[in-house]
């Protein structure tokens, strides 16, 4: 079976982080390898508070599963700190397996995961290095200064990242979800019905299955269409979990 190393922080509630990634690679097929970067206070509603883990214990996490373990793909979600990010840089350029980053710098309920130097650092190191990036429409405006999100993927495109993918189901501007993809200056548009609801791990949710899609050999484009595909169909059978947003339901077995 093809394996996963997820490179995540712990969400308590089981809806979004590590949780989602071992999930969401479970049901793509593959098997999820965990190193954790950072603790949280968290539920279904929002991230309280964050603890990151120290670099030098994310390093050992990785180091040990690379000795022990074969290693198809890397997703990479909310790192805890800027020491993480050269780590993290360093891995990639060892492994030389494809590599997906959700650049998570907010939770869905509002609160910061990741402060600004971190994303400065993500952007500017780990993301040319990564196969996708899967930042959704705030992440997307945050980091390209762009206000359009066909806009903001060319833009962070053109910073050398092989494929971007903004996802726009965070929008309400109309009756579809458009997501953009942009890959060597192409853009494309996914268009697909908008769920009228927000999600607990979606993003997160998302960014594996491209991964695990990618450890099981697709090539990119045609691992974003599987995974946004997927997701779509877990989102509208949603899992409740507590009293705050529901989470896709990664577990469903007939899934595209």
């Known amino acids: 079976m093809p394996q996963v190393l997820c490179i995540a922080g712990h969400d308590p509630s089981g809806g979004a982080g590590i949780h989602a990634d071992i999930e969401a690679c479970r049901a793509s097929g593959t098997h999820a390898l965990g190193a954790l970067t950072a603790l949280t206070l968290q539920d279904t509603d929002n991230v309280h508070a964050v ?13 040990h599963l690379a000795a022990d373990c074969r290693i198809d793909a890397v997703k990479f979600g909310v790192l805890g700190s800027v020491e993480q990010v050269p780590v993290c840089v360093r891995w990639v350029r060892e492994l030389g397996v494809p590599t997906v980053l959700d650049p998570v710098l907010r939770a869905g309920g509002g609160a910061e995961l990741a402060a600004q ?18 930042p959704n429409a705030a992440e997307a405006r945050l980091l390209s200064g762009e206000d359009r999100l ?17 996802t726009g189901g965070d929008e309400r501007d ?3 979800s458009t997501d953009w993809h942009w890959h060597d ?7 697909r019905t908008r769920i009228a609801q927000d999600y607990h791990g979606a993003g997160c949710t998302l960014a594996s ?6 450890a099981r050999g697709d090539a990119p484009a045609a691992a974003i269409d599987g995974a946004t595909a997927r997701v ?6 949603p899992k409740v979990i507590g009293r705050g947003r ?8 007939d899934t595209p």
């Open 117 to 134: 130097p971190v994303a400065v650092a993500m952007l500017e190191q780990l993301a040319p290095l990564c196969t996708v990036i899967t």
């Open 232 to 237: 779509h169909a877990w989102l509208q059978r």
């Open 51 to 63: 603890q990151p883990l120290d670099a030098d214990w994310l390093d050992a996490q990785i180091r």
């Open 209 to 214: 299955t491209i991964a695990a899609l990618l």
């Open 246 to 253: 529901p989470s896709p339901a990664r577990d469903c077995g």
């Open 174 to 176: 109309d009756a579809e």
């Open 185 to 191: 200056g192409t853009l494309r548009p996914i268009r």
């Open 150 to 166: 066909d806009a903001a993927a060319a833009v962070l495109g053109a910073r050398g990242i092989a494929h971007v993918l903004v």
